[in-house]
């Protein structure tokens, strides 16, 4: 085979291969827009299951206080939300802990902790900062109507009020700590005035 046939059959290969791999981008491209939309979906289906648990028991908690009871049909609706309420408020914590430890990343200098803080997302933090809150206070209702649903079917011990008082308590916790870790990077942020390029 010639010189000329062989870069000829060469340049042949490489522009087969880099249609290929054309294609093969093209392909990715596509499955990471369904993974977008996918985690989008599921973070919509979430964010939804997440408001109507809340709603229930508002709605539940706010006619309670208003007559001084819980009905049977109240309970009924609210009976599964305890593990959704705690399952997310469990999957908050998680992420805001993961986002507020990548704040260690911050060296001072401005590009590198602009990067980091993008990173962090500071937006998506204060939604759940927001979202842990919102959490927490519908699980203290939930509570207080668990308990009320005790007293009125004669279940109630002390030992209910201090398993719910430890829990409510080391919620509280969770939430005040996680505030002081938004506080801490907030301060670690303005000392280096990260920039973005």
């Known amino acids: 085979m010639s ?7 060469t340049a042949a290969q490489l522009a087969a291969i880099q249609a290929q791999l054309a294609r093969i981008e093209d392909v990715v491209h596509d499955i990471q827009l369904t993974v977008n939309h996918v985690a989008a979906f599921i973070a919509t289906q979430q964010r939804a299951t997440v408001h109507a648990a809340l709603d229930a028991v508002h709605d539940a908690h706010d006619h309670a206080t208003r007559t001084g009871r819980l009905t049977d049909t109240d309970w009924q609706r609210l009976n599964d939300y305890e ?53 927490v206070g519908g699980l203290r209702r939930w ?13 109630f011990d002390e030992d209910d009020a201090r398993s719910a008082d430890r829990r409510l308590r080391g919620l509280r916790t969770q939430h005040r700590d996680l505030l002081a870790d938004v506080t801490r990077l907030a301060d670690q942020a303005d000392q280096t005035r990260p920039r973005s390029n």
Do not use: C, F, W, Y
């Open 3 to 9: 010189h000329r046939s062989l870069e000829a059959t």
């Open 143 to 155: 509570h207080e109507l668990l308990l009320l649903h005790k007293i009125q079917t004669d279940e």
């Open 83 to 135: 593990r959704v309420l705690e399952a997310q408020v469990r999957a908050v914590a998680d992420e805001l802990a993961r986002r507020l430890g990548a704040g260690s990343d911050l060296d001072g200098h401005p590009d590198h902790d602009a990067k980091t803080m993008a990173g962090i997302n500071p937006a998506r933090v204060a939604g759940l900062v927001q979202l842990h809150r919102a959490l």
